[in-house]
């Protein structure tokens, strides 16, 4: 029996905030991406996840409500703190968030820096006002500026003077040292030292950091490791499948934020691509997993554009048939997102909201799956689906799946 998961995320489409926005995301009460989204672009063709049954989730009076959809439904509450595309992913490969803190740099510069100098680096403050570290003259270890307060430190680098290895191995010093939620390694060719240190900038609320698009280490040879508190893959869908003798396909930004050891990776950004490469995989993925993220709709969330967006989830909707049309009866869709970014609440942030939850077998009815306390959910069922060990967390929805 050759069976198969296809897990496909739409980065950051939440489908209304959730009840504790109130005490952590104020800013977030109201928030309804894809409501809202529609409420803007009422034009919007979305023709298949209508027929799945998305509108039995998000109730929205200019789409059409099918009374017996083909998928079955519900929504997911996000586990995690806050809004986080990494951490969403990694609680949706069935990780259990673990408890961070939230802390500028400046407040760890120290302890970091003894650190480094203990493992043997050069460490420099090179500028008393804005602190920040200069390691080997080289890799500049400061402030996320590009996200929420304190969650995020990254390891800059110029990656014709440094190979990314070295560079993932001074961020796997800061990952050890701290206990925010995410430390960040990265780099790119064609950036000089001197170039990347003219990027470091304050923001508005005190962070120190390199602004990465001016830094333009994203525009030639960028790399990318994300290095998460307390992730162990070894608990999570992809490696469990992997371990067990599955194939394992990771595609768009799924690859950038999932660590799986021997996985086929498809990098790519462009939806169209990421829905080719999902239907191409179909082709060579006999048994295991295929998962992916279309990343573009979470672009047009940070820039406040519900025509864009709109547009990136009518482009999934047009391969959605192709896709559905290569499931045999031994495989499992399972689609969802991560968190949320309504471009109309007013601002560019992402957004504290439950995520929309559809599951297609060609063998199975539609049923209420209802609303669930975490997307590792996903990835419990997954692995119950397959016959794998149980991952860190989630509760397998598969029992509440019948056959037709």
Same mark, same amino acid.
């Given at each position: 029996?050759?069976?198969?998961?296809?897990?496909?995320?739409?980065?950051?489409?939440?489908?209304?905030?959730?009840?504790?926005?109130?005490?952590?995301?104020?800013?977030?009460?109201?928030?309804?991406?894809?409501?809202?989204?529609?409420?803007?672009?009422?034009?919007?063709?979305?023709?298949?996840?209508?027929?799945?049954?998305?509108?039995?989730?998000?109730?929205?009076?200019?789409?059409?409500?099918?009374?017996?959809?083909?998928?079955?439904?519900?929504?997911?509450?996000?586990?995690?703190?806050?809004?986080?595309?990494?951490?969403?992913?990694?609680?949706?490969?069935?990780?259990?968030?673990?408890?961070?803190?939230?802390?500028?740099?400046?407040?760890?510069?120290?302890?970091?820096?003894?650190?480094?100098?203990?493992?043997?680096?050069?460490?420099?403050?090179?500028?008393?006002?804005?602190?920040?570290?200069?390691?080997?003259?080289?890799?500049?270890?400061?402030?996320?500026?590009?996200?929420?307060?304190?969650?995020?430190?990254?390891?800059?680098?110029?990656?014709?003077?440094?190979?990314?290895?070295?560079?993932?191995?001074?961020?796997?010093?800061?990952?050890?040292?701290?206990?925010?939620?995410?430390?960040?390694?990265?780099?790119?060719?064609?950036?000089?030292?001197?170039?990347?240190?003219?990027?470091?900038?304050?923001?508005?609320?005190?962070?120190?950091?390199?602004?990465?698009?001016?830094?333009?280490?994203?525009?030639?040879?960028?790399?990318?490791?994300?290095?998460?508190?307390?992730?162990?893959? @070894?608990?999570? &869908? +992809?490696? *469990?499948?992997? $371990?067990?003798?599955? %194939?394992?396909? #990771? /595609?768009?930004?799924?690859?950038?934020?999932?660590?799986?050891?021997?996985?086929?990776?498809?990098?790519?950004?462009?939806?169209?691509?990421?829905?080719?490469?999902?239907?191409?995989?179909?082709?060579?993925?006999?048994?295991?997993?295929?998962?992916?993220?279309?990343?573009?709709?979470?672009?047009?969330?940070?820039?406040?554009?519900?025509?864009?967006?709109?547009?990136?989830?009518?482009?999934? @909707?047009?391969? &959605? +048939?192709? *896709?559905?049309? $290569?499931?045999?009866? %031994?495989?499992? #869709? /399972?689609?969802?997102?991560?968190?949320?970014?309504?471009?109309?609440?007013?601002?560019?942030?992402?957004?504290?909201?439950?995520?929309?939850?559809?599951?297609?077998?060609?063998?199975?009815?539609?049923?209420?799956?209802?609303?669930?306390?975490?997307?590792?959910?996903?990835?419990?069922?997954?692995?119950?689906?397959?016959?794998?060990?149980?991952?860190?967390?989630?509760?397998?929805?598969?029992?509440?799946?019948?056959?037709?």
């Amino acid at each position: 029996m050759s069976r198969r998961v296809i897990i496909l995320i739409l980065d950051s489409l939440g489908v209304g905030y959730m009840e504790d926005a109130k005490d952590y995301h104020p800013q977030d009460i109201g928030a309804n991406t894809f409501y809202h989204i529609v409420d803007k672009v009422p034009t919007i063709k979305i023709p298949t996840f209508e027929k799945l049954g998305i509108n039995k989730i998000i109730n929205h009076p200019t789409l059409q409500t099918i009374d017996n959809p083909s998928a079955s439904y519900g929504c997911l509450n996000l586990m995690h703190n806050g809004a986080d595309s990494f951490e969403g992913h990694n609680e949706i490969m069935g990780t259990k968030p673990k408890k961070t803190y939230m802390a500028p740099f400046s407040d760890n510069i120290d302890e970091v820096k003894d650190s480094l100098e203990n493992r043997g680096y050069n460490v420099k403050i090179p500028n008393e006002d804005l602190p920040y570290l200069l390691v080997n003259d080289l890799v500049i270890v400061a402030d996320n500026i590009e996200t929420d307060y304190g969650q995020i430190y990254n390891v800059s680098a110029p990656l014709d003077y440094i190979p990314f290895d070295e560079v993932l191995k001074i961020g796997q010093v800061v990952r050890e040292t701290v206990k925010v939620n995410r430390v960040i390694a990265l780099g790119g060719e064609n950036v000089t030292p001197e170039h990347l240190q003219e990027s470091v900038e304050r923001r508005e609320d005190g962070l120190v950091g390199v602004n990465s698009p001016k830094s333009n280490v994203y525009k030639r040879g960028y790399q990318v490791r994300h290095l998460g508190f307390g992730i162990t893959p @070894d608990y999570q &869908l +992809p490696t *469990l499948a992997k $371990k067990a003798g599955l %194939e394992v396909s #990771l /595609i768009g930004k799924m690859q950038d934020v999932i660590f799986c050891e021997g996985a086929r990776k498809f990098p790519g950004v462009d939806t169209e691509q990421v829905m080719k490469d999902i239907i191409s995989e179909m082709d060579h993925v006999e048994q295991g997993v295929i998962a992916a993220t279309v990343q573009e709709t979470d672009l047009a969330g940070h820039a406040q554009n519900p025509e864009r967006y709109a547009n990136r989830i009518e482009l999934v @909707d047009q391969y &959605l +048939p192709a *896709l559905l049309e $290569k499931m045999t009866d %031994e495989d499992l #869709l /399972i689609m969802s997102a991560d968190h949320g970014n309504d471009p109309t609440i007013g601002h560019n942030q992402h957004t504290r909201e439950k995520t929309y939850l559809l599951a297609y077998q060609n063998t199975a009815r539609s049923v209420a799956i209802g609303e669930r306390d975490t997307l590792s959910d996903i990835a419990a069922t997954g692995a119950d689906y397959l016959g794998l060990d149980r991952t860190e967390n989630g509760t397998s929805f598969l029992p509440l799946l019948e056959k037709k």
